[in-house]
């Protein structure tokens, strides 16, 4: 059980606090947000209940905040708009609902380097206003329940260096040619989605890409298009339920259900 009295730390600037098997009683205080000087919060758990304090949208200096596990109850949209963070990781076993919708997060602010949301509730769709996020370096969306497509305003996204969409069965579409901008991207994953069409030369073009995925289980990608040998530069490439008319022999690995 966290006291109520940890909220006289003023100075306090990293907080991890795991949850044992055990606590499955414990609850947050919402007297974390009295924490001014917090810069990092990170939340394992195993056993947590009820909400997130929206008293954390209090935390002014805080930067990064982790919050791992099966927690029981929401998270309020609110903590997305605190001014100084520009790190969130949130994997919750689809333990978690998030209030409101992923806009917010898109329009609240655009410091972010860093978003990461694994396995929760949260629904709405990917905000043109990505594009005005230009110091974004990672961007994960994974087991949710948002719709739409990728804008094609990704391609502002000048610093990103890894882009993960996967397993999202309600988003989709076609994937914008604009991704082939992202000169910093190392690793693009686009899997267990929707999505239809071509995949874009302007993909193999990247200089520094090195691993990239588009398989399809459940949901069926459903993709189609060729890989120009002359311009590719990926090193491992995954690819199924897709069909392509050539592939790129200099790769280092190829995986593909169709011709394997």
């Known amino acids: 059980i966290i006291p109520a009295r940890i909220g006289v730390f003023p100075s306090l600037t990293s907080l991890i ?16 947000g009295l924490l001014s000087k917090l810069e990092l919060l990170s939340l394992g758990s195993s056993g ?8 954390i949208a209090n935390l002014s200096s805080l930067r990064k905040l982790d919050v791992t596990g099966s927690f029981e109850g929401t998270i309020d949209e609110s903590i997305f708009s605190i001014p100084s963070l ?49 110091s974004l370096q990672h961007f994960q969306i994974a087991t949710s329940d948002i719709s739409g497509s990728i804008p094609t305003e990704i391609g502002l996204c000048t610093q990103l260096s890894q882009l993960q ?4 069965p309600r988003f989709g579409g076609t994937i ?15 899997y267990d989605c929707n999505f239809i069409g071509t995949i874009p030369t302007s993909v193999w073009g990247i ?33 199924s339920v897709s069909v392509f008319s050539s592939l790129c022999k200099s790769c280092e690995f190829l995986e593909c259900c169709q011709c394997s």
């Open 176 to 190: 914008p040619f604009e991704i082939g901008n992202l000169a910093r991207l190392e690793e693009l994953h686009l």
């Open 17 to 32: 606090i795991w949850a044992e098997k055990g606590d499955s009683s414990s609850t947050l205080p919402s007297e974390l």
């Open 165 to 168: 969409i996967r397993f999202n």
């Open 207 to 239: 200089p520094g890409l090195r691993y990239a995925t588009f398989k399809g289980h459940g949901y069926q990608n459903r993709l189609s298009g060729s890989i120009p040998s002359e311009s590719c530069t990926t090193s491992l490439i995954k690819l």
């Open 86 to 134: 520009d790190t969130m990781y949130l994997n919750l076993g689809l333990g978690l609902g998030i209030k409101g919708n992923i806009s917010t997060i898109f329009e609240s602010k655009m410091n972010w380097k860093s978003i990461r949301i694994e396995g929760t509730r949260i629904q709405g769709t990917i905000s043109t206003s990505i594009g005005n996020m230009k």
């Open 48 to 55: 947590f209940i009820g909400d997130i304090p929206a008293d």
